[in-house]
């Protein structure tokens, strides 16, 4: 007999014979038909468990990570208001169930059993995700659908916290959380030590301690072992009991009285005083971690017995018979009439359609577009107040930088929820200036100044998406990005796939990136590789190579992000920034005016420079630049040419690149990425597939950039373009 038939077992024989365990009397504050509600969702999440194992076993379900031992959380949801955003641990079952309660009880229709147990069999007529994933999350109840990525979802939960905040202040036009509103994220206590958990943690006490407003409550389940490695005896209430910045409370998760209790006092807490707690919950985990799991292979046989002995729907029948809530028999039969009614339910779900195709399966990785009102962007008096001296050089060539600046002006004066956020972007204007005056000309709540965590500053980010904000957030060096990626791969792309499109989180990720850099930084001031953004589904990343792209492209960027809901990233290469010779000193060749605020360069829309035909040159930032510098020599072999501009490395605008090199003989890819998972790779195999022409490509070694002299050596370069070119076409013949 496996350990969830002896826990059923164990669970009938005992109530039936009165056999409960100790503890301490119910405490006051929930009253007896919201706790016989509460074991009402308790008992459906452990049926919802026992019948998951059995779907697998028939080859009906999908997922058996359950919730058994974690029912408390149904008191927990009690404690809070159906519209507090919840990002919820995996094994909060019950906590989703209590909150379908609460709503059907506002506005009715909840049929939670049947929703759930469409998740689990993977049928596309799951509400939440379509029959993509098993997952907690309901778009009516305010439960953004989440990965397993362990404790990911915390960051989000700061930034979907401080947003509340920010929108009392500011309201943007998409808001979905109450200006009242608080938010919850819940996590084990295994998730408690994962750096990305302790980043949140750690972000919510820096964020405290200096009066912004952050309400947020932090829920650790505490069942003392993730996977088969035991938590110390002690350790969540020593590691978060004494956290500056954040309140500390701790519940027997295993009784729901006690746990409604002090979940109530911490939300509470959290809603008046808009700052943050931390709920220490103690519970037991049932079953081991998974249904392919068997505790009893690194547990003692004691051990496993005392937890199940230890059954929160045990304690539940005895705390609700004492409270005058509801008989032991009474409590039985509500078990045994729920375990009857999911597995009556669960053989009808089995029956429901899957997905079929492929088109199907990926039909939720784009969100879908909104309607935003129209805008007719800023007026130019408040133009001439908010840039001052800045307008009358609009009319002179400027390098990319200070372009960058100027459309990152009129976008925030245009679009009131657009808030920039990342190390540095505020008092200092970034590294290299690109945000210079932000922070005076709209304020520390718009320009906001984050610690140094990647992690956090893209958490920040998605948080605020989920309320209707814009972000631009800003990563320093492409390198720093890699402590954080997952926050773009696995959370922020994966939102809308996972929730059907009913969930989104847009931004525009500004990352200054890729080499060139004359004697600065090495690797991680110029790292050269996209491979970890290129293939993440529904991510768009654009990249300028000139000051007036790039402020074309910035706007359609946010636009894709306001509009379309996008995560979007603006890729812009730092030795381009200050950027203003061409061919030789002054000749600000590579400068450009300020375009016109109707000017944007549309999605998939590619650069073509020149009318050649021998020759086109295949490329994208720094490339773009070297390109023009070899042209000269190029053309005094006698090769027409043309050089076109990617503008937009994913997804990759392959009608535009087939049009635009339509006509020439041959084509030279230039990718100033690593040869291995560079652009350089899809575009071959793009020319290649469409036998379009005779096809050659320069791209960077498969090394790190060096610091010093040699910074430029892995690196295309013109000398190296003219003669890739010359090779290719046959030395000009």
Not at 194 to 209: D, F, P, V
Not at 210 to 238: A, R
Not at 246 to 263: H, Q
Not at 275 to 290: C, I, S
């Amino acid at each position: 007999m496996d350990r969830a038939e002896i826990v059923h077992q164990n669970f009938l024989s005992r109530v039936a014979s009165g056999d409960l365990p100790a503890g301490a009397p119910p405490r006051p504050g929930l009253r007896p038909h919201e706790a016989v509600s509460l074991f009402h969702a308790q008992v459906l999440s452990r049926a919802l468990d026992r019948t998951s194992r059995a779907m697998q076993a028939a080859g009906q379900g999908f997922y058996t990570i359950g919730s058994s031992g974690h029912e408390g959380m149904a008191a927990v949801a009690r404690a809070l208001r159906p519209s507090d955003i919840a990002f919820l641990h995996y094994r909060d079952a019950a906590f989703q169930i209590a909150r379908s309660d609460q709503v059907a009880e506002i506005e009715g229709g909840q049929q939670i059993a049947w929703d759930m147990l469409l998740s689990f069999a993977c049928s596309s007529e799951d509400p939440t995700s379509g029959g993509r994933h098993k997952v907690l999350g309901s778009k009516a109840l305010m439960i953004p659908p989440q990965t397993s990525t362990i404790a990911s979802h915390l960051p989000k939960a700061v930034g979907a916290a401080y947003s509340i905040g920010a929108a009392r202040r500011r309201s943007p036009e998409h808001r979905q959380l109450p200006l009242d509103a608080i938010a919850m994220c819940s996590f084990g206590d295994a998730s408690a030590n994962h750096s990305t958990a302790q980043g949140a943690i750690n972000t919510a006490g820096w964020t405290s301690i200096q009066s912004t407003p952050l309400p947020l409550l932090f829920v650790c389940e505490d069942n003392g072992i993730g996977i088969s490695t035991k938590t110390p005896n002690g350790w969540i209430q020593l590691s978060m009991e004494h956290r500056p910045g954040i309140k500390y409370f701790k519940a027997n998760g295993l009784d729901m009285f006690e746990t409604f209790t002090v979940a109530s006092e911490a939300a509470d807490y959290v809603r008046n005083r808009r700052k943050p707690a931390f709920l220490h919950l103690e519970t037991v985990r049932l079953y081991g971690h998974a249904g392919a799991d068997v505790p009893t292979t690194y547990l003692s046989k004691a051990e496993v017995e005392a937890d199940e002995g230890n059954d929160p729907l045990l304690h539940s029948v005895r705390l609700m018979q004492e409270a005058g809530a509801l008989e032991p028999a009474a409590a039985l039969k509500v078990y045994q009439d729920t375990c009857a009614r999911t597995e009556r339910i669960a053989a009808e779900a089995a029956t429901r359609p899957h997905l079929a195709s492929a088109d199907e399966v990926r039909a939720s990785l784009i969100p879908p577009k909104r309607d935003c009102k129209p805008t007719n962007g800023p007026d130019e008096e408040t133009r001439a107040a908010t840039f001052g001296a800045d307008l009358k050089a609009m009319k002179d060539p400027q390098p990319m930088n200070r372009l960058i600046n100027w459309a990152l002006t009129d976008l925030m004066l245009e679009h009131g929820e657009i808030v920039c956020m990342g190390e540095d972007v505020g008092r200092k204007g970034g590294v290299y200036g690109v945000t210079q005056k932000l922070q005076s000309r709209f304020g520390p709540d718009r320009v906001i100044d984050t610690l140094l965590d990647e992690q956090s500053i893209l958490g920040l980010a998605i948080g605020m998406g989920h309320n209707g904000f814009v972000p631009i957030p800003e990563i320093q060096f492409l390198a720093y990005l890699h402590n954080a990626e997952d926050q773009i791969r696995g959370e922020a792309a994966t939102l809308p796939f996972f929730s059907n499109g009913q969930f989104s989180n847009p931004m525009v990720l500004r990352i200054a990136g890729l080499g060139y850099q004359k004697g600065f930084g090495g690797h991680f001031h110029n790292d050269n590789s996209l491979a970890v953004l290129r293939d993440i589904p529904g991510v768009v990343i654009a990249c300028p190579s000139t000051g007036s792209d790039a402020a074309q492209l910035l706007r359609e960027c946010v636009r894709l992000a306001r509009e379309e809901q996008r995560v979007v990233v603006f890729l812009e290469p730092i030795a381009l920034y200050p950027m203003r010779d061409l061919h030789k000193d002054q000749d600000s060749g590579w400068m450009t005016t300020y375009p016109s605020l109707d000017q944007r360069i549309g999605l998939g829309e590619v650069g073509v420079h020149g009318e050649g035909t021998d020759l086109a040159i295949v490329t994208y930032g720094n490339g773009h630049f070297l390109s023009k510098q070899a042209l000269p020599e190029l053309q005094a072999a006698g090769l027409g040419t043309r050089i076109v501009d990617l503008r937009w490395l994913a997804p990759l605008p392959t009608e535009a690149l087939l049009a635009a090199t339509e006509g020439c003989r041959h084509v030279l890819i230039v990718d100033e990425c690593r040869r291995t998972g560079s652009q350089s790779e899809a575009l071959m195999a793009l020319f290649a597939e469409h036998s379009m022409h005779s096809t050659a490509r320069i791209a960077a070694e498969d090394c790190f950039i060096a610091t010093g002299p040699a910074y430029a050596v892995p690196l295309p370069s013109k000398d190296g373009i003219v003669a890739a070119a010359l090779t290719l076409c046959g030395d000009g013949s």
